[in-house]
């Protein structure tokens, strides 16, 4: 069928698509996750979402290791809000990014609680839009001062209040615990015999005859 869509030619579209929603991006936006995965997760349930985000993440451990486990949960339940609160696809976006932000301060700069909390607060805070400067579509219009606070509360409850724990996930690498029991196991002393020895042989003669 010469109208049939290529692989590669679905792999351009794609490709295209991401350019055009990055040419005007905001400093937030397409950082963390893409345009076009973040239209996939959208369409998907919450089973589906935590399986993509897990390739996405390459999170291939994450049912045996637990700093996997806690990240990719707090990924999708991130997601999971953002779609609840209806952001447009570039408004998750942003906010995936946000979360990114706070984990790195943790992970990689080693960043106290007072100055991550800033640092989150100044890039949510500077995100601000009258909904009167937004586009009728939408597409352009980035946190309102009300999502911005639902924003901040969120990552109050979700992480921030949590620091201690985010920060002993990141420096204490996780035990490897290896359990196990040996036991002792009679076998047959020949392969011919498929009965087990008389009880005179298992035995003291004197307490077999008595």
Known sequence: NSNAVTSEEKKQITR?????????????????LSY??????????????????????NFNNHQTCLKEAALLDYYVSGFRWAKE????????SGFMTLLCMALENIRDNQMPLAENFKEFYNAVVGTRQ???AAT??????FFSVGQVTSI???????????????EFLFTHPQEQLVLGIEESVEVLRSRDCLVVAPLEEGMPCEAFTQ
């Open 16 to 32: 295209r698509r991401n350019r055009f929603h990055q040419q005007n991006e905001h400093p937030l936006a397409w950082k963390f």
């Open 130 to 132: 009258s909904t009167s």
């Open 152 to 166: 901040t509360e969120y990552m109050k409850s979700s992480l921030f209040q949590h620091y201690k724990l985010y």
């Open 85 to 92: 609160m209806n952001f447009t696809c570039q408004q998750v």
């Open 36 to 57: 076009s995965q973040v239209n996939l997760l959208l369409q998907l349930s919450v089973e589906e979402v935590e399986k993509q985000l897990e390739e996405i993440l």
């Open 136 to 141: 009728e579509d939408g597409d352009n219009e």
